[in-house]
T-cell receptor, first 114, second 113 residues
């Protein structure tokens, strides 16, 4: 069964600190993995996308890694800011159908305190 | 920020009412999607469209219906709302490029009393 599991479910950190969010998946055949940021009451916004051959991708203070062999990904946030408070969703795409179906994790709810 | 819009943003209605959630995008994307998301849960695909006059049901069974008469417009309709329909509804669109990144609207929070 194709699944995407994220940990931790929630995380509280102090402003300026770093943190790492985890994503494990069982989706096959694998096409790509995305990390989205979803602010409260808003739609998700894409942060990074990685294909099978990529093992790291950065977007400002966000750095995503991918280990396609162990089917694990992480999102590292450096020098956190209050505006980083949001839900971070891991999304994996397969190519087993013409739709290129997306499998969503439940997200990690990050809260940054001043 | 993506040019995809949803109205209303919030809606509180009584059981049995007919409602239409509007979604429009100005990016000229062929593919559009409707997702349902409950608090703390993952997004579930309920409808999608590859283009004008194309609509398909998604993974999650839904009593809603959709139409795609124009490329930029993808409304979702509930003929008779029930409390079980209370949720957040997110609309998205994507282009036919290799990555097919989906761009999401702000969502409609629906509460059925």
């Amino acid at each position: 069964k194709n699944q995407v599991e994220q940990s931790p479910q929630s995380l509280i950190i102090l402003e300026g600190k770093n943190c790492t969010l985890q994503c494990n998946y069982t989706v096959s055949p694998f096409s790509n993995l995305r990390w989205y940021k979803q602010d409260t009451g808003r739609g998700p916004v894409s942060l990074t996308i990685m294909t099978f051959s990529e093992n790291t991708k950065s977007n400002g203070r966000y750095t995503a890694t991918l280990d396609a062999d162990t089917k694990q990904s992480s999102l590292h946030i450096t020098a956190s800011q209050l505006s980083d408070s949001a839900s971070y969703i891991c999304v994996v795409s397969d190519r087993g159908s013409t739709l290129g179906r997306l499998y969503f994790g439940r997200g990690t709810q990050l809260t940054v305190w001043p | 920020e993506a040019d995809i819009y949803q109205t209303p943003r919030y809606l509180v209605i009584g059981t049995g009412k007919k409602i239409t959630l509007e979604c429009s995008q100005t990016m000229g994307h062929d593919k559009m999607y409707w997702y349902q998301q409950d608090p703390g849960m993952e997004l579930h695909l309920i409808h999608y469209s590859y283009g004008v006059n194309s609509t398909e049901k998604g993974d999650l069974s839904s009593e809603s219906t959709v139409s795609r008469i124009r490329t930029e417009h993808f409304p979702l309709t509930l003929e008779s709302a029930r409390p079980s329909h209370t949720s957040q509804y997110l609309c998205a669109s994507s282009d036919r490029d290799r990555e097919e990144t989906q761009y999401f609207g702000p969502g409609t929070r629906l509460l059925v009393l």
